[in-house]
């Protein structure tokens, strides 16, 4: 089992609904977590951290559930723009090991 | 966008040559980092520094090898390249191993 696992998708969406997917992780010491985005033949950029209690970046929200080990991110009202890859990172406590998931595709359709 | 400058951008080159990337940064952070990125395989680190002279290895370093003199500035080598290290490569920076990671705009490296 990967360390780090994400649905490659694409997920299809149409422009203005909602989307969300997960991360899971196999790692019970795994102590910080990022969500990154990453365009097309672009370099991948962070798009939020995720807090235990959950956090929210205007239409992103980040969640953590580490009893199930994963982490969750949704986007509402879907734009265009924001279809692009999806990295999850997972950093071990032990030895700071950073881990990247292999993204979800996102594909906002008009 | 931190400050990080990759070089060259795009590479073409022949088995067996000598190439070096560099990635300088004007961040001032401890951490600098290189991946490369293939289909299928996500990021996967290469080799990474925590200081001047202070290199460790990632997951797949056979290869690669790195050199940190000076806090701003990177290098990966392949010494005798080959094609299967047709890749782009990203160099990353952090604060520390737990802060998020900052990329450059990466290098297409083709070898022929």
């Known amino acids: 089992r990967k360390e780090v696992e994400q649905d490659p998708g694409p997920f299809n969406v149409p422009e203005g609904a909602t989307v969300a997917f997960n991360c899971t992780y196999s790692?019970?010491?795994?102590?910080?977590f990022f969500w990154y985005r990453q365009d097309c033949r672009k370099e991948p950029k962070l798009l939020m951290s995720?807090?235990?209690s959950g956090n929210e970046d205007g239409r992103f929200t980040a969640q953590l559930n580490r009893a199930s080990q994963y982490i969750s991110l949704l986007i509402r009202d879907s734009k265009l723009s924001d279809s692009a890859t999806y990295l999850c990172?997972?950093?071990?406590?032990?030895?700071?090991?950073?881990?990247f998931g292999g993204g979800t595709r996102v594909l906002v359709k008009p | 966008d931190a400050g990080i400058t990759q070089s060259p951008r795009h590479k073409v080159t022949e088995t067996g040559t000598p190439v070096t990337l560099r990635c300088h940064q004007t961040?001032?952070?401890?951490?600098m980092y290189w991946y490369r990125q293939d289909p299928g395989h996500g990021l996967r680190l290469i080799h990474y520094?925590?200081?001047?002279?202070?290199?460790d290895k990632g997951e797949v370093s056979d290869g690669y090898s790195v050199s940190r003199s000076k806090t701003e500035d990177f290098l990966l080598t392949l010494e005798s390249a080959t094609s299967s290290q047709t890749s782009v490569y990203f160099c990353?920076?952090?604060?520390?191993?737990?802060?998020?990671?900052?990329f450059g705009d990466g290098t297409r490296l083709s070898i022929l």
């Open positions: 995720v807090y235990s």
């Open positions: 961040e001032n952070h401890r951490y």
């Open positions: 990172v997972v950093i071990k406590a032990a030895g700071n090991k950073l881990t």
């Open positions: 790692n019970s010491a795994s102590q910080s």
């Open positions: 990353a920076i952090s604060e520390s191993a737990r802060e998020p990671q900052h």
């Open positions: 520094s925590y200081g001047v002279k202070d290199t």
